[in-house]
């Protein structure tokens, strides 16, 4: 089945690390991918991970993939104000020739001075 | 190089019209998505085109409809509106060899009063 899901809501300091926690239940993902929602905007690609791969750097973001327990986290190091938006995970998924992405509901990153 | 864009922005109609959501995919790619988002939900599949065939189709009613031209810009047509049609309509456009990683546009925000 597909079904993707996240915490709703996390908070942290400015200069912290933030944590963002996934859980998707389509083993047959090729891909799963971090996105980027500010308020009234569209989704910005921020990352992804091929799904034989188990970790991920690119500057400040890393992922991490627990392809048995069908986990994915992104970390951002350093987390600055500018980071406050909505967080969501996708996998990418073929449906006969189509190739779809599954969201989960998001993750509203608060990062406070 | 320009990311994808739509039109128009903002919109608002009444039950029982219909509506037409633009989208041009950033240049040389072939392929358009179109996703609905309902506020506080992550984006839900509707439709994939490449070169011109859809591609695949997501569990929306047949009065969600779509084409794509030959310079591989796309509409996205609703008919007889519901307030339930209410949402941000996103378009994302991805390279003819890796489909799965899409980059979204803007959106449109459609409001059904």
Sequence with gaps: GEDVEQSLFLSVRE???SVINCTYTDSSSTYLYWYKQEPGAG???LTYI???MDMKQDQRLTVLLNKKDKHLSLRIADTQTGDSAIYF???SLHTGTASKLTFGTGTRLQVTL | DAGVTQS???LIKTRGQHVTLRCSPISGHKSVSWY???LGQGPQFIFQYYEKEERGRGNFPDRFSARQFPNYSSELNVNALLLGDSALYLCASSWEGRQETQYFGPGTRLLVL
């Design chain 1, 50 to 52: 091929f799904s034989n």
């Design chain 1, 43 to 45: 989704l910005q690609l």
């Design chain 2, 8 to 10: 128009p922005t903002h």
């Design chain 1, 89 to 91: 995970c996708a996998e």
């Design chain 1, 15 to 17: 200069g912290d690390s």
């Design chain 2, 36 to 38: 609905q988002q309902v």
